[in-house]
């Protein structure tokens, strides 16, 4: 309690400190050209550098190749938050184990507000996942949900049929040399080592 | 995130939510129309220590205030050992603004 009574007031004196400071600055909000879509980007931040493959691999329980066959749900994660779930094959396992077909739960997504603006809510410049593309995944397995979320953007990299075999001899290389937060390590449900194998 | 002083008691710049989603997320920044949002996932903040999640507020608190990633200080991605303004992120705040 103390502490998040102390997140809160370090917060809110940034803010207060800010407001005084500035003068105030235009919205420049984003808006799509082509359609009457507005997009909204999300910046997001990670228990790891996610530019570096070692970390990625490390602080996922699966890393594979699979090939999205179809959407099959778009059950958000709040209000604000859209989620798009894939039924997708997978093709090959490079850490961990997942059979045939599982759902992966993008972080991306339409919302519709009250008077009906659609918005394209996704992290940064990562594209919703399309049927028929292959693409690698580095996911976490949510149990509650029966599906698995992937690391926006760096869990979820479009592969062509000219990058699959060099992508899969990064990753596998990745594995060996893979790294895992301390954050990570205190979820001690997952195994970081070996990643997730469905028995099944 | 626009931060407009004469209005700032009417209008609401930037909202604080909480996420609970097993992921290798810590928080983002969403910009919106009306009110932004940054949100701290609980899944692994229920794992940090206190100078970690107050490192995690204030990069998000950065990319509210338009600033982007950098390769040292409190901007960096996926580091936890800064907790105080660095000298990147006060540059920075004297050319944006
Ligand atoms: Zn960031």
Known sequence: MKRKVLIFSTLLSSIIFITFLNQGIDKDSVQSKEQNIEISEIYGD????????????????????????????????NEHM??????????????????????????????????????????????????????????????????????????????????????????????????TSKIMEKHKDKDFVNGYIDEE | MNIAPDTWATYEDLTFKDILEQSTLLGYYQKLTGSDIIAFNVFNFMKMTNDERKKVALHEMGHALGFGHHDSGIMRQGRFSMTELDEHIKEDYYELY
């Open chain 1, 46 to 77: 990670f228990v790891m550098d996610a530019t570096k493959k070692e970390e990625v691999v490390g602080n996922s329980e699966n890393v594979f190749i699979a090939k999205v066959i179809k959407q099959v749900g778009t059950q958000p994660l």
């Open chain 1, 82 to 179: 859209p989620r798009t779930q894939f039924e997708v094959e997978v093709k090959r396992n490079i850490k961990g184990k997942l059979k045939d077909f599982i759902i992966i739960n993008q972080s991306a997504g339409f919302m519709t507000d009250s008077e009906g603006n659609v918005t394209l809510v996704k992290f940064e410049n990562q594209e919703l996942l399309e049927p028929g593309k292959t693409y690698l995944f580095a996911s976490l397995y949510d149990s509650n949900n029966n599906w698995h979320n992937p690391v926006p953007g760096y869990g979820e990299v479009l592969v062509s049929d000219d990058t699959k075999k060099q992508m899969i001899d990064e990753y596998k290389k990745a594995f060996k040399a893979q790294k």
